[in-house]
């Protein structure tokens, strides 16, 4: 089955120490992004990549990593978690269309809370 | 300003009923509208896709794009307690950049 997969689903943690959100996709895209969500704001990207090795900043990427070592693997790294940080976040695979725009398919997300 | 505006709601409508959800945007480079349906603790699926100006139809959904007001609108026909979702706006003037709108949650009471 077509998938993008993500653990953990629920996270609570405190400030300061240091998550891994991992994300693998099974569908060989080359594009995959991470978004956050929160109530009022929608869907924000919080990082992208076009392939393996090449990663770029989205809309809010201020408190994050990511790394792109492997094509089916992109984890989100917290690397000092703060409270404004606590959302629910997303991992998307993308697949270029011949129209040239992209259609995102959606992991089940990861609901963090940081204390 | 957002780039992209939604009505939250919720909608409530009664089985049977025809919705209506749209969005407005302010970027005239955008071409690719799309909606996606959001289910609660899932994440959302790609529903509609359409290019530029027109409408797309799919079964009881119906998308429209009206590119000169910046509109664009989902038609869900013979509405279904199933339909009860968040349903998302997002938009693209291409690449891989998407802008989502904040979603509008859809309430069908059977």
């Known amino acids: 089955e077509a998938q993008v997969t993500q653990n953990p689903r629920y996270l609570i943690t405190v400030t300061g120490k240091k998550l891994t959100v991992t994300c693998s996709q099974n569908m060989n895209h080359e594009y995959m992004s991470w978004y956050r969500q929160d109530p009022g704001l929608g869907l924000r990207q919080i990082y992208y990549s076009m392939n393996v090795e090449v990663t770029d900043k989205g809309d809010v990427p201020e408190g994050y990593k990511v790394s792109r070592k492997e094509k089916r693997n992109f984890p989100l790294i917290l690397e000092s978690p703060s409270p404004n940080q606590t959302s629910l976040y997303f991992c998307a695979s993308s697949l270029r269309r011949d129209s040239g725009t992209y259609e995102q398919y959606f992991g089940p997300g990861t609901r963090l809370t940081v204390t | 300003q957002k780039e992209v505006e939604q009505d939250p709601g919720p909608l409530s409508v009664p089985e049977g009923a025809i919705v209506s959800l749209n969005c407005t945007y302010s970027n005239s480079a955008f071409q690719y509208f799309m909606w996606y349906r959001q289910y609660s603790r899932k994440g959302p699926e790609l529903l509609m896709y359409?290019?530029?100006?027109g409408n797309k139809e799919d079964g009881r959904f119906t998308a429209q794009v009206d590119k000169s007001s910046k509109y664009i609108s989902l038609f869900i026909r013979d509405s279904q307690p199933s339909d009860s979702a968040t349903y998302l706006c997002a938009m693209s003037a291409g690449g891989n950049k998407l802008v989502f709108g904040a979603g509008t949650i859809l309430r069908v009471k059977s």
């Open positions: 359409t290019y530029s100006s």
